[in-house]
């Protein structure tokens, strides 16, 4: 392992990134009639003629790859080809969109009204949008957007039409499909339908793959996915799904195209619409489920203020060169094209590590608001004040809290945070006016902030009396909103945090003893962050360059020492990953303890959370977040990846076998030096 990092080309202050404009200025200063009635007239790859839905629908049926899969259906089951074909054709009427202009300038109508009245601005990077129009016009284009609200594809289509762009066909849930008549408007402005799962059903699949790469290899119209596969209910960015890009990418991989570019785009909501709704579904309070009626239900929210929407289109990725050195594409010469064949190692690894980074370049886009720096701030306070003795005041001086972010911003800024703090304003009103736009999470009393946690007590249930489990609830509900935002800027501490952690649980100041233990955290945790594949050392080097930089630490070639100086700072970043050090223990504790025999899968939150429930209502737990039920799913995915909890073949669905020793020897080591309220029977 390199002694220097060697990292200094890569300087996070050194990224350049462009400027916004909002879009919304001009919509407030002239008539939203005129621009849904306006000329459009899009940019197409090469500039096609457009193909209407009925010819693609053709297209696709017609293909060598359909008729292959309905033959081979055919020979392994017995049935008729034509009655294969008509359920072919059924699967494809259920799933295309059908484009129309109509409905495209309806929802350009309607959205203006919406966006106006939820939202200060929309502020787009319009060099990112230029650089997109030559991207559709030189090869076919895949739009990656992130995921953290169902505005974002209304969003995506709306800026597209606004900029006069070739409107995307978008890859929707089913779940859509059962909204009356607003199912069929998505359909209409380029949404079409993919089941959740569709597991070993040939003919779905191809269906679904030969509609999504002819519209990709004739350049058609962009084709756009969430790479995450569904919603970040936390603001994390999720584990990327592979299925929809080894589509996109196959027809360049199998030569059918030059090039395909590949645009990540980073949606950043300064108040997210669904905040609480997202943290009672954590918490297991079940989601309502998409209805129209639920859309008119949402309109009271109409009436508050949502901040700012920042989008950043990024550089578009030619997929050319992605694959360059990485992929031999003279494997794809030896098959006929329309063969359908599963990847092989050598593209699975292309796939997932081209993945990785399109979701690191989501990651480093995202526009973070200084309310992200205080709600890190105010959960910290929040956690150091349920330690501390009785009597002593709650929150934090407003005018610290003011200081404290001045701080934090400065060190965000030194790791490379794309922050939007407004610097010509004096610092305690950007405060006030976070805090003011987040009043619901926060209060303010005698000039000390702190979370708003007493209040959600209170109007729980006012007439009723409430248990101590309902009322720890609606706490959780405020704290977990707070986390989703303190989590959009976890990816920008996430490896000195790791690097701070593994310094905090090292036995010693060795390099090769903290390296290790950075090791061991950053495996345990790769469900939970965006950590690439087999970037263990270059992470190491990132972290070690970052607090160095910062003069948090000297690194020599055979020791890491924290400095002075650097003591606030790593004391930030251990208590910012504490959480998810807290999180899996407390789930290695309950597997270990707990857990009956035939526990399965689908019992495992439940149960979980009633163990954690019953410790945190004992004052036995420090942090109220390990409540999330996405941490506790994904410290289970991790603990079976590790090979210390495996699924029973053969037993009931999903039956889960715990490795007790393995999973107590991870629960001791992840607990090096942590921090519960009191020590729940200490282990040595």
């Avoid at 990134?17 to 621009?35: G, K, P, T, V």
């Avoid at 959205?111 to 030559?134: A, D, H, T, Y």
């Avoid at 979370?451 to 209170?458: G, H, I, R, S, T």
Wanted: aromatic fraction near 8%; charged fraction near 20%; hydrophobic fraction near 40%.
């Amino acid at each position: 392992m390199a002694s220097k990092a060697v990292y200094t080309h890569r300087d996070p202050m050194l990224k350049k990134r462009d400027d916004f404009e909002d879009i919304l200025e001009e919509r407030r200063n002239s008539s939203d009639l005129r621009y849904a009635l306006r000329c459009y007239t899009p940019v197409l790859y090469k500039g096609l003629t457009p193909c209407n839905a009925s010819m693609l629908k053709g297209m696709v049926l017609q293909s060598d790859q359909i008729h292959y899969v309905i033959n081979q259906v055919s020979k392994e089951t017995g049935r008729a080809t034509d009655d294969i074909q008509e359920e072919a054709s059924a699967i494809l009427e259920e799933m295309a969109h059908c484009l129309q202009i109509s409905t495209v300038r309806f929802f350009a109508f309607t959205l203006s009204k919406v966006f106006k009245s939820l939202f200060r601005s929309i502020c787009v990077n319009e060099e990112g949008i230029q650089r997109l129009q030559q991207a559709i016009h030189e090869h076919p284009v895949v739009l990656l957007p992130s995921h953290r609200s169902y505005m974002d594809f209304l969003l995506m289509s709306y800026l597209l039409y606004t900029y006069d762009l070739a409107l995307p066909v978008i890859a929707a849930g089913m779940d859509f499909m059962g909204m009356k008549f607003v199912g069929e408007m998505l359909r209409m402005s380029g949404a079409f339908f993919i089941r959740r799962s569709f597991g070993g059903d040939k003919l779905y699949w191809a269906v679904f793959s030969e509609y999504v790469r002819t519209i990709l290899k004739n350049g058609l119209a962009p084709v756009e996915f969430f790479l995450e596969g569904t919603r970040s209910r936390t603001s994390k960015s999720l584990t990327p799904k592979l299925g929809l890009l080894n589509i996109v990418m196959d027809p360049f991989l199998k030569g059918e195209v030059f090039d395909m570019n590949v645009v990540p785009v980073s949606i950043s909501y300064e108040r997210i619409l669904e905040e609480s709704l997202y943290a009672r579904e954590l918490l297991g309070v079940p989601k309502p489920k998409e209805s129209t009626s639920g859309l008119f239900k949402a309109r009271k929210v109409l009436s508050e203020d949502y901040g700012s929407i920042h989008v950043y289109f990024g550089q578009p990725v030619s997929v050319r060169s992605l694959a360059q050195g990485k992929v031999n594409r003279c494997q794809f010469n030896l098959l006929p094209r329309h063969i359908p064949r599963k990847p092989g190692e050598e593209i699975h690894d292309f796939v997932n590590d081209s993945a990785y980074r399109l979701v690191r370049a989501q990651e480093e886009n995202m526009v973070l608001k200084p309310w992200v720096l205080l709600a890190s701030l105010l959960l910290q306070n929040h956690h150091q004040n349920r330690t501390a003795a009785e009597g002593q005041r709650r929150g934090i001086a407003l005018d610290e809290l003011t200081a404290q972010a001045l701080w934090l911003r400065d060190l965000s800024r030194e790791y490379g945070a794309f922050l939007h703090w407004p610097d010509n304003t004096p610092p305690s009103e950007v405060v006030s006016s976070s805090l003011s736009l987040h009043r619901g999470l926060v209060r303010i009393c005698e000039g000390r902030v702190q979370l708003d946690v007493e209040q959600a007590a209170d109007t729980a249930q006012p007439q009723l009396t409430i248990t101590p489990e309902e009322q720890l609830l609606s706490q959780a509900v405020i704290i977990l909103s707070c986390v989703s935002y303190r989590n959009q800027a976890l990816h920008v501490f996430l490896r000195p945090a790791l690097l701070a952690s593994a310094i905090h649980t090292a036995s010693s100041n060795d390099k090769q003893e903290v390296f290790n233990s950075f090791s061991f955290l950053r495996n345990m945790f790769s469900n939970e962050f965006i950590l690439s594949p087999g970037a263990t050392v270059q992470d190491f080097e990132e972290a070690c360059y970052l607090l160095m930089k910062t003069g948090a630490l000297q690194v020599t070639q055979q020791e890491v020492v924290v400095t002075e100086s650097g003591l606030k700072t790593v004391a930030f970043l251990t208590s910012m990953l504490d959480p998810f050090l807290q999180g899996y223990q407390v789930v290695c504790r309950f597997l270990c303890e707990e857990a009956a025999d035939s526990l399965t899968e689908k019992q495992f939150v439940p149960a979980v959370r009633k163990f954690i429930l019953k410790l945190l209502l004992a004052g036995r737990l420090r942090y109220t977040e390990v409540l999330s039920s996405d941490l506790q799913k994904n410290a289970l995915a991790a603990l079976l990846r590790l090979g210390a909890v495996q699924k029973v073949k053969g037993a009931e669905q999903g039956t889960l076998k715990i490795n007790a020793v393995m999973v107590n020897s991870l629960e001791d080591t992840l607990g090096g030096k942590l921090p519960t309220q009191k020590t729940v029977t200490a282990r040595l």
